[in-house]
């Protein structure tokens, strides 16, 4: 797809440090979180939010698809975004465990699009002053929407959490249950443009008021599974890409 | 363009303003009462004066935006017809596109097509999300309700206006 931005691409790395897969980290985590969404459609509470949790995958997927071509540029092997985003198998994907995990409840939806929005905001707003210029605009869009997703799940945590007995429950299981997949965002990695470890603290001031005005308890830290970024994940991302992958697979290089 | 050399810098102001003008007209296809030039996100307009090539800048509101493809291919529909088959359309990222751009008079077309504007781009810093009440631009009262966040398309949000009560779209500041 012609999306022409100007770079300073090379094969290693750029000048500012960006890698391929600091790229497929962030483009991966978008495109997993978008494909998990879309599965609402046609499925969700109530129309409104059949296409509010639609407009967020579709931000998600734009952002993705910048940063696959990025990554597919600058690595220079000649992959596409079609090409990183249906040819890879789950041990190529760099995404963090919790966009892969099944949506379960609407909830648990709604936990992982907080928890991931709280996390990707602070990322993007600090990536947006980074050297790659290329990444810094890609950055200075996502944040803008990427905040109007926080909010989103914001509202949806209290009016849930603090609404009635039922959904006060299933609020605080879902919070406990993707809880432990949040430490995984936070992994130091130094050779990052932004490291992630840095953003934790502002992550848990943005969530951890959201939980109190839902009258929700704060989860304990200690189980933290990991090893998405280094390409282990849990069983789902392959049932996840074996549906997304499935019609390029069966017709390459189809277009309609 | 085949006489390269008898271009002068007065045919290149023509030839400049008459590709201006054809794309600032081509229509938003989602929001068609706004043209690209009063949505914002047409950016430059470029002739080279060697060849005459025009090369059009243009951003995306959202990144995700559908209607990326279909401008693009308006664009250059829109140049040939005024002889320019093969221009180029860029896209830049940066700076990111805000409804701020919209102009004055697209402002008052959206209202006139029953789709409220949008207020400042600028967020007030804080931990609570705070939306500020939005005129219906059917009769004009700010007592309105919002019905959805996110609307037909990636850029409004549904509103009711308590007065009316009609339901409107409302294109969400960013």
Known sequence: MNTSVDSAAGTTGTPAGTTVPHLLALGDD????????GE?????????????LANIALDQLGAARLLLTYAGELEGAGRDEDTLAYLRGDRDFRNCLLVELPNGDFAVTIAKLLFLAAYQLPLYTALRDCADERLAAIAGKACKEVAYHLDHARLWTVRLGDGTAESHRRMQAAVEEVWPYTHELFTPDPTA?????????EFLATVEPVLAAATLDRPADGWAPDGGR??????????????????????????? | MSARNAVGVEKVVTGLNAA???????????????????????????VEPETGRVTVTITPTY??????????????????????????????????????????PGRAKLAAAGIAPPGPASRPAGPVALSLSVRCPRCGTADTEQISRFGSTACKALWRCRACREPF??????
Not at chain 2, 32 to 45: H, K, Q, Y
Not at chain 2, 169 to 174: I, P
């Open chain 1, 40 to 52: 609402w459609v046609s499925a969700a509470p109530e129309l409104e939010e059949d296409v509010a």
């Open chain 1, 230 to 256: 280094a390409g282990r994940h849990t069983e789902h991302l392959s049932y996840l890409l074996a549906e997304m992958q499935v019609v390029h697979r069966a017709h390459p290089g189809a277009s309609w």
């Open chain 1, 193 to 201: 443009p932004v490291d992630p470890a840095g953003l934790r603290a």
């Open chain 2, 20 to 46: 201006r003008a054809a794309v600032a007209a081509v229509v938003d296809p989602e929001l068609r009462v706004l043209t690209i030039d009063d949505l914002g996100i047409l950016r430059d307009v470029a």
């Open chain 2, 169 to 174: 779209d409302h294109l969400r500041a960013l």
């Open chain 2, 63 to 104: 990144t995700g935006c559908p209607a990326m493809d279909v401008i693009r291919a308006d664009i250059r529909a829109a140049l040939a017809a005024v002889g320019h088959p093969d221009a180029e359309v860029r896209t830049v990222y940066a700076p990111a596109w805000s409804t701020d751009w919209i102009s004055e």
């Open chain 1, 30 to 37: 978008a495109l997993i979180a978008a494909q998990r969404l």
